[in-house]
Every structure is written in structure tokens, then in C-alpha cells.
């Protein structure tokens, strides 16, 4: 029963550089989310998905990109990597209440 | 604007009792969530209100005051294995979207 899962992580990227960082869900979930969270700070919302091919900005989406092909797959693109987006990054699902999380991806950009 | 309040950090002793508070200030309301993220880990959904009043799960249970915009956590005969921040989480719209609070930090002593 693998739920949410993320990859890579740990990832250490160099400023101007991209990368992506996956997502995937098993339980058929529509809502699909992508969170940063900084020390001591709460959860930020960058871009959610309520379904395949549907995706929309939220709270703080600037430097970020992405897509949903299919139900499962919700990845997360950083185009040009900023010292800014040095964080530890969450994606979730969710299916009305209870949302489900991945284990994080902590990012360092230098 | 948004606005969600819990205390940064609290401090609680093993065996006894402890209350976190939440209160929130949002343009609509659609239920609130409770957390638990201990360090280094994903958060793990702990409770769902939607309708006032109290919400037991075991050592565990939350209410809500959407009149006050108000909840609590309480934790009950407290364990080492409670230390964790607690996240307060509110959807405010139907579209699924979860405003955060910046959690608190709950420290057990023996």
C-alpha cells in the first residue's frame, strides 16, 4: 500500500539550474496538491489539481510549473533554481477529507 | 484576508493533559483539520471538524466553534512519542484548498 510517493528525497541544485521533482498516488485520488514548507513556518501552497488536466496556481506558484497527464502522476518543475526556493516540499492527495502526504523533498539551492 | 493562529510552542509534562489552540479568520468555512508532523516527517491527519462541538478518537479530540472561529486540540495522558508540531488547517472555499496554520510545537517532558 505505497499511497503518496515522492522522488527524489534530498537534492542539492545549484542557482539558474531545473530540475523535477516526482509525485505519484495509487489510492485514485483526484485532488492533488504541492506544498513548500519553510522552518518553522506552515504549509504553502504552490499549484493543486482537482483532476487530470486540470491544474491552478495557489498561494506562492512564481519559479514553479506543472502538469497532470493522468490521475497518479502530479509532478513539480523548476525551471531556473533561485536561493528562494530552498525548502522542504510536500505533494498530497486527497479525496475530499482526509489528504494523504509523501514524505517530502528537502531541496537546497546554492 | 486569511488568517489562521496557533501558540508557537508549548511545553507539557508526561501523563497529564495539554490544549492547543486554534483560531482562524477565513472567507467561508468548510471544515478544519488537525495535523501531526513530528520533525523531519510528513503531516498525518489527525481529526476532521465540520459541526460544532467536541470530536473524540481515542487520546485525542477537537472542537470547533465556527461562531468564534475557534478550535482545540487536547491530548490526553501524553506519551514521549507526542512531541511533534500540531497543524490547525482550514478549507475555506469548495475547491478544496487547505489554509495552514504555522503549527506548534509541543515539547513532553518526563
Known amino acids: 500500500n505505497a499511497g503518496v510517493t515522492q522522488t527524489p528525497k534530498f537534492r542539492i541544485l545549484k542557482i539558474g539550474q531545473s530540475m523535477t521533482l516526482q509525485c505519484t498516488q495509487d489510492m485514485n485520488h483526484n485532488y492533488m496538491y504541492w506544498y513548500r514548507q519553510d522552518p518553522g513556518m506552515g504549509l504553502k501552497l504552490i499549484y493543486y489539481?482537482?483532476?487530470?488536466?486540470?491544474?491552478d496556481k495557489g498561494e506562492v506558484p512564481n519559479g514553479y510549473n506543472v502538469s497532470r497527464s493522468t490521475t497518479e502522476d502530479f509532478p513539480l518543475r523548476l525551471e531556473l533554481a533561485a536561493p528562494s526556493q530552498t525548502s522542504v516540499y510536500f505533494c498530497?492527495?486527497?479525496?475530499?477529507?482526509?489528504?494523504?502526504f509523501g514524505q517530502g523533498t528537502r531541496l537546497t539551492v546554492v | 484576508g486569511q488568517n489562521i493562529d496557533q501558540p508557537t510552542e508549548m511545553t507539557a509534562t508526561e501523563g497529564a493533559i495539554v490544549q492547543i489552540n486554534c483560531t482562524y479568520q477565513?472567507?467561508?468555512?468548510?471544515?478544519l483539520f488537525w495535523y501531526q508532523q513530528h520533525a523531519g516527517e510528513a503531516p498525518t491527519f489527525l481529526s476532521y471538524n465540520v459541526l460544532d462541538g467536541l470530536e473524540e478518537k481515542g487520546r485525542f479530540s477537537s472542537f470547533l466553534s465556527r461562531s468564534k472561529g475557534y478550535s482545540y486540540l487536547l491530548l490526553k495522558e501524553l506519551q514521549m512519542k507526542d512531541s511533534a508540531s500540531y497543524l490547525c488547517?482550514?478549507?475555506?472555499?469548495?475547491?478544496?484548498?487547505?489554509?495552514w496554520g504555522a503549527g506548534t510545537k509541543l515539547i513532553i517532558k518526563p
Open positions: 477565513t472567507s467561508g468555512f468548510n471544515g
Open positions: 489539481s482537482v483532476g487530470a488536466g486540470i491544474t
Open positions: 488547517a482550514v478549507r475555506a472555499g469548495s475547491n478544496y484548498q487547505l489554509i
Open positions: 498530497a492527495s486527497s479525496e475530499g477529507t482526509e489528504a494523504f
